[in-house]
């Protein structure tokens, strides 16, 4: 780890002052940063610990019926918050199937925003990554790539996104409130991920030195609470990033589809929401000839970017799953393992 | 740059002056205060090992910053025994068998102390193997560690009902 400069703000004013000197880098928890550290991947001059700025780590509801969490609220404290739960009941089940007991108890709702990828090659000092050192090469394209993205990659970099929270937070239109020296900007949630295009340096919109101190969720999003789901693939049923995920909701009257809310994790640089599925979804029948339909229209763009053709039909398959989940309805109860594929609703032994 | 610390350890409060900001939790227990029953596995959060409560939340010390905790109250294995009775989940842990080589053993108990007092889990193995997956046990002892906690979830939650009775 390098040497830096540590420096303990008590305002908002002040931490974004000293967030502006150039390899600032903003701790909250540092359950990723420090990892990144140890290995010699970020290398920041100087760390502006924000754990003591006041206000940033409460749950509210806002008049306009929207929730407005702020940035250091633990995401294991959100998760088990009986009404954060009830009432967003996928985004609970994503919180609670990413990470560990350990890490979700430190690691903070603006931090797993902002977390990194973990693509081998990032990771790796001694391989090319572009992502890490701009203009160096991928050595993911053509590598050990079965897991790597098959929506909105580029040749400079074909890394995912592995954030389980903001897969639902991108389907249920959440938007992320930022503080800079200019003061404070908002900024939808799919839009606070960048594609890595010819800059995958850049993971995210934010500009040097701005911090996210809130995510709101619209009132919007209480409608799926009855039928919402976040379903995962892993290559261990815990503790392990998403081979492929999905956040469904749905609005369901009669049996037809009146509103659908659907996002992929796991396959792209950044939490990917499927609009056209969703439109394909809504006016029709609850079942698997719509929830079928939706898949093929969610991945028509998908191609593999190297050894992970497998990821499209997965996540195909995956969709239909999720979608039968949310229409079948939200368990009173998050499954014992959260957003495993295998947990049944009467909750039979997978483990 | 301050560099001075107060931290609450096992209820005795300790004034640390850091020699430098990069210091963990972890090697400031091992390598400072000589609290070594806290394990260095992996170093990057991946194995447990290190797990210790702070401010009653069990978390991976070796990716928490000493100077970030400034003020905090710290439970370390050292200090979850009652002098000679040992507290109810290590003494589930010997009962059970849960444990082979034992390297893993603090972080183990640790957590299970922080999975009986978040109280998601209950008695329910499935649960409790789900809550447990942050610490590895290269052993395999998996089968005992999880009819400990049960054992100790069971002599626990009975004691707290007790209390609020």
């Known amino acids: 780890m390098n040497r830096f400069d540590y420096v303990r703000p008590t305002t908002l004013a002040e931490a974004v002052t000293a967030a502006a000197a150039p390899g600032a880098a903003y701790l909250a928890s540092g359950t990723n940063l420090l990892d990144l550290m140890k290995g010699n991947i970020a290398r920041p001059s100087r760390l502006v610990d924000i754990t003591r700025l006041p206000d940033l780590d409460g749950i509210e509801t806002l008049s306009d019926g929207s929730l407005r969490i702020g940035a250091l609220v633990g995401n294991a404290d959100l998760a088990h918050d009986a009404e954060f739960a009830k009432t967003y009941p996928a985004i609970a089940e ?101 594609l890595p295009g010819d800059a995958p340096e850049h993971d995210s919109v934010l500009a040097p030195g701005e911090l996210i101190v809130a995510v709101r969720l619209p009132a919007s999003a209480r409608a799926f609470a009855r039928h919402s789901r976040y379903l995962k693939v892993r290559e261990r049923n815990s503790y392990a990033f998403a081979i492929v995920s999905i ?52 991945l028509s763009e998908a191609k593999p970017s190297g050894d992970n053709a497998f990821k499209i039909e997965l996540a195909q398959r995956l969709i239909v799953r999720a979608l039968a989940a949310a229409a079948a309805g939200t368990p009173d109860r998050i499954p014992a393992l959260p957003a495993s594929p295998f947990s049944t609703p009467a909750g039979a032994l997978h483990v | ?141 998996y089968a005992g560690i999880t009819e400990a906690v049960q054992e100790a979830q069971k002599i626990l939650g009975n004691t707290r009902t007790e209390r609020a009775a």
């Open chain 2, 1 to 141: 740059m301050n560099l001075s610390i107060g931290l609450t350890i096992n209820g005795e409060r300790r004034d640390i002056v850091l020699e430098d900001p990069r210091v963990t939790l972890l090697d400031l227990l091992r390598e400072r205060l000589q609290l070594t029953g806290t394990k260095k596995g992996c170093d990057r959060g991946q194995c447990g090992a290190c797990t210790i409560l702070v401010d009653g939340k069990r978390i991976n010390s070796c990716l928490a910053l000493a100077i970030s905790h400034d003020g905090a109250d710290i439970l370390t294995i050292e200090g979850v025994a009652q002098g000679e009775h040992l507290h109810p989940v290590q003494a589930a842990f010997i009962t059970h068998d849960a444990l082979q080589c034992g390297f893993c053993t603090p972080g183990q108990i640790m957590s299970a102390i922080g999975l009986i007092h978040e109280g998601q889990a209950g008695d329910d193995p499935e649960r409790i193997r789900e809550c447990m997956s942050g610490n590895l046990c290269r052993c395999g002892a």
């Open chain 1, 247 to 298: 956040a469904a909701g749905l609005v369901v009257e009669n049996g037809t589809i009146k509103e659908a809310r659907l996002a992929l994790g796991g396959v792209a640089p950044k939490p990917w929401r499927a609009r056209a599925a969703e439109a394909q979804l809504v006016g029709s029948a609850a079942g698997p000839g719509a929830f079928g339909r939706a898949a093929q229209v969610a």
């Open chain 1, 94 to 194: 994503a919180l609670l199937s990413g990470a560990s007991a350990q890490l979700r108890n430190a690691a903070t709702v603006g931090g797993n925003l902002l977390q990194r990828t973990r693509c081998g090659y990032f990771y790796d000092t001694a391989s090319r990554c572009n992502k890490r050192t701009p203009g160096s090469g991928c050595d993911a394209l053509g590598g050990d790539n079965r897991l790597h993205a098959i929506l909105g990659w580029s040749e400079s970099c074909i890394a995912t996104h592995p954030s389980d929270f903001c897969v639902p937070l991108a389907a249920f239109d959440a938007v992320v409130e930022i503080e800079g020296k200019n003061g404070r900007r908002e900024v939808a949630l799919e839009a606070l991920h960048r």
